[in-house]
C-alpha cells in the first residue's frame, strides 16, 4: 500500500435483519461466535429476514481525492461511511484508515443536547484526541466559521438543524483531520453557509486530506468531488468521470436511458389534453448534448381552440428552472382543432451538460391556462463529441484568441 493512501477497503459487505426479535437474537449468537473467536457475523451467509445493505464494496481513497458517493435513499451510503467511521463493524471485508478521523454522518451526532455549543466544542475536541491548549487555539476559528457566537453558550438542544451543522462540520473541518467523512450535511444547511463549507474542502483537499462527500445534490458533488462510486442495493461501481456516474445513477429511475413518457395530466383543467416524446432530428435517437433536438407534442382538445400561445419549460432533476420557451417570443400560436392533433418544436442547440432533466409546459391563452403537465417529458442527455468542462448546467461554446499587446 502506498504512503499516500489513507482509506483501503477491501471486499466490505454488512448485513442487517428486518425483524427486530430476530436481530436481537441474532446479535447474540453473533456476539457469542465472537467470544468464541469467529468472525462477527458468521460464514457470510444470510439467515431468515437479513438482506446485504452493503456488499462486497471495494476502493481506495488517496491524499488530497475527493470520492463522492451517490445512490438512491437506502442505497447503503450512510452504513457505509459508518463502517468507516468505526461506528459499526462488516460482517465480511477489510477497512483501514491511517490518520485521524472527521465524520459528520448524522445530524447532531456526537452532541450531548444539555451541553451549551462551547462545551460540545470541547468534548469533541478531546474525542479527537485534542488537549484543552490545542482546542483553545482552534477555538476562535470554529466559532468563527460556524457564525453562532451569539448562540455558543445556548445549550444544543435549542439550536436549528442548520445550526447543528454549522457547529458539527466547523469542529470536524477545523481540526484539519487527514480523513473528513461528510454525509448529506450540507442539505439542511443555507446556501452560503454550503459555499463555505465547499471552499472548506477544497483547502483541506490542497493540504492532504482525503474527502469522502455523500449527498443527492448533483451541483454540490461535481463541485466538490473528482470522481464517484454509485451505489446500488448495496453494490459498488465506482466511475472516474463524474458525467457517466449520474448519468448511471439517474438511469437507474428509468427503464431506459432515453426518456419515460409521462401519462397525460394537468394542473389545471382545461380544453386541452397534452404529452411530448423527445428526440433527435436523425435515425439516431440519443439525445446528446451541444446538438439538435425535437420535442413532438400530442395534443386532445374537447373543442375547437384558437389563438393558444405554447410554453416550454426545461428543469433540473434538483428542481431548478433553467429555461423557458415560449412561442408568443416567436409571434407563434397555434388553432389546434377537436380531437387530436400534433404539434413539432426544432431546438437548434440543446446547450444542456449531461444529466437529467424535466420537460413541463401547455397552453395560454390571454393568460389562461388551457392545459398543462408537469412532467411532459422526463429527458436523459448524454456527452457529445464536443468539448465540455464538466461543470454547471449550460454548455457554452467558446474560442479564446490573444494575447494582444496595445
Not at 70 to 88: E, P, W
Not at 220 to 248: K, M, P, W
Not at 287 to 303: F, G, K, P, R, V
Not at 332 to 346: A, T, Y
Request: hydrophobic fraction near 40%.
Amino acid at each position: 500500500m502506498s504512503n499516500d493512501t489513507l482509506v483501503t477497503v477491501e471486499n466490505v459487505s454488512k448485513k442487517f435483519c428486518r425483524s427486530l426479535k430476530r436481530s436481537l437474537w441474532y446479535g447474540m449468537q453473533d456476539l457469542g461466535n465472537e467470544l468464541l473467536g469467529r468472525r462477527h457475523g458468521g460464514n457470510g451467509g444470510l439467515r431468515p429476514d437479513e438482506f446485504w445493505a452493503v456488499n462486497d464494496v471495494c476502493f481506495e481513497l488517496k491524499r488530497g481525492e475527493c470520492l463522492g458517493l451517490i445512490g438512491r435513499n437506502g442505497a447503503g451510503k450512510t452504513t457505509l461511511l459508518r463502517m468507516l467511521n468505526g461506528l459499526i463493524k462488516p460482517d465480511m471485508g477489510r477497512i483501514e484508515m491511517h490518520g485521524r478521523v472527521g465524520a459528520l454522518i448524522a445530524l447532531g451526532a456526537g452532541f450531548n443536547p444539555i451541553l451549551t455549543g462551547r462545551e460540545n466544542i470541547y468534548v469533541n475536541a478531546a474525542v479527537l484526541g485534542f488537549t484543552k491548549e490545542e482546542t483553545d487555539r482552534k477555538f476562535d476559528n470554529i466559532v468563527e466559521f460556524s457564525e453562532l457566537s451569539e448562540f455558543i453558550d445556548s445549550p444544543v438542544q435549542h439550536y436549528s438543524s442548520g445550526m447543528y451543522v454549522r457547529l458539527g462540520f466547523s469542529i470536524a473541518a477545523n481540526f484539519n483531520p487527514n480523513i473528513l467523512l461528510v454525509d448529506e450535511a450540507l442539505a439542511v444547511g443555507d446556501l452560503a453557509f454550503a459555499v463555505r463549507c465547499l471552499n472548506r474542502i477544497s483547502e483541506l483537499r490542497k493540504n492532504g486530506t482525503a474527502v469522502i462527500f455523500v449527498s443527492h445534490n448533483e451541483l454540490q458533488v461535481r463541485e466538490a468531488a473528482q470522481n464517484c462510486i454509485l451505489l446500488d442495493h448495496g453494490h459498488a461501481t465506482r466511475y472516474e468521470s463524474l458525467d457517466q456516474a449520474f448519468l448511471a445513477y439517474h438511469a437507474l429511475r428509468s427503464d431506459t436511458v432515453l426518456l419515460d413518457e409521462s401519462d397525460i395530466g394537468f394542473v389545471h383543467d382545461g380544453p386541452v389534453r397534452i404529452r411530448a416524446i423527445c428526440k433527435k432530428n436523425t435515425s439516431d435517437e440519443i439525445l446528446c448534448s451541444n446538438e439538435t433536438a425535437m420535442i413532438e407534442l400530442d395534443c386532445q382538445t374537447q373543442m375547437d381552440c384558437l389563438n393558444l400561445g405554447l410554453e416550454l419549460r426545461f428543469w433540473t432533476a434538483l428542481g431548478q428552472l433553467i429555461s423557458v420557451v415560449k412561442s408568443s417570443a416567436y409571434g407563434v400560436s397555434f388553432d389546434l382543432p377537436k380531437g387530436e392533433s400534433q404539434i413539432r418544436v426544432d431546438i437548434k442547440t440543446l446547450a444542456l451538460a449531461p444529466g437529467r432533466y424535466r420537460l413541463a409546459g401547455g397552453f395560454r391563452r390571454d393568460g389562461e391556462i388551457l392545459g398543462w403537465s408537469r412532467d411532459l417529458a422526463h429527458i436523459n442527455i448524454t456527452p457529445s463529441q464536443a468539448q465540455w468542462s464538466g461543470e454547471g448546467i449550460l454548455m457554452l461554446q467558446a474560442e479564446f484568441h490573444g494575447p494582444f499587446i496595445s
